[in-house]
């Protein structure tokens, strides 16, 4: 904030900000802002809605644009809403790697930027963009530190319950099994299975996000028949379940696509729908606009609005959002995505439930 005070109050700027260069590349969020109103610590912009962005970005240097209502170099709603005329962008760039963007204007008064002016701003992005840099690099440490308690409270709870009670139903066999009735051994039997049961998903998960963490993961796309793989998975995951599942895919439907991703995806999605979700649960697949999507769908509860944000982290669990699994599900669904270039999205079902959809660019499958 006080970097912006600065270029505003020493330049004679009204409005100036910093925003953040998310991690997909492609999208700019407020970081800090003087003398804007608060609705535009909200605004989201792509790259690709605006050239001036992309122009800064590309070429890794301070963009002007002298009007920017008639050479369309920003969005068109931003330059109504806050009659944008004249505006600078300058890249944050450290090491090489654009974190994000300096820039103002002078509230709907057009202007020109002298040689000397530019030289000022781009020593002050030099400043910003390291300060912007350790403040990231602050944030992942928090968020590692973070995961580390998490992992360690999942720990002590996840893996000690099913340990412990496994334990003591075979104690109790080793010591008293003779004088258990067979009605009371099958009964331990079928609870320390499930329970063992318990504890091989849990560490099959730990294991995908070691595999995924380590970059271990190596995608290989090959011909697969879309339906029989996902059949394949349902009848294993779900089993008693798995005739309540609709599958509504093509039986012609192939692409290249690596079968270990398609299979811990769907898997993920589908114990995911039958543990908090409520039938129907459908699964449906198709070949659409340069995409591969697959969605799996219930028409349970849904996603509570305050949870959606921390929907894909690792270890989370809302109050009727997993509250009964291990809150990697859906984490791990998302990892398997991203390395195989695509992304797993959220939508609510009206008026209930949820839809999980895997989208992939087929160039990249």
Known sequence: MRICEEVRDGLGFDRVGIARLLPDEESVVPAALTGWDEEALSVRVTLAESPLLMEAYRMQ????????RSEQAVPAELVERYA??????LPLVSAGRCLGFLGGDRAGVPFELDPTEVDVLETVGALAATLLEKGLIEDELRRLDDARARFVAFAAH?????????YGMLATVHHRGAELSDEQLVELRSSAFQQAARLRTLAEQLLDLSRLDASALTVSPQPIAIRRAVEETVLLVAERDAGAIEISIPHDLELDVD??????????LVVNALRHGESPVAVTAEQRDSHFRLRVTDHGPG????????LFDRFVRGSSVQADGSGLGLAIAQAYARAHGGELV????DPCGACFEFVLPLERA
């Open 303 to 310: 996603i509570p609005d305050e949870f959606t944000p921390a």
């Open 259 to 268: 079968s270990i991703v398609l299979d811990r995806i769907v898997g993920n």
């Open 346 to 349: 959220y939508t609510p079902v």
């Open 158 to 166: 996840e893996l000690r319950t099913p340990i412990m009670t496994v």
């Open 84 to 89: 944008v005329r004249s505006a600078f962008v």
């Open 61 to 68: 240097k301070l963009a002007f644009v002298a009007d920017a």
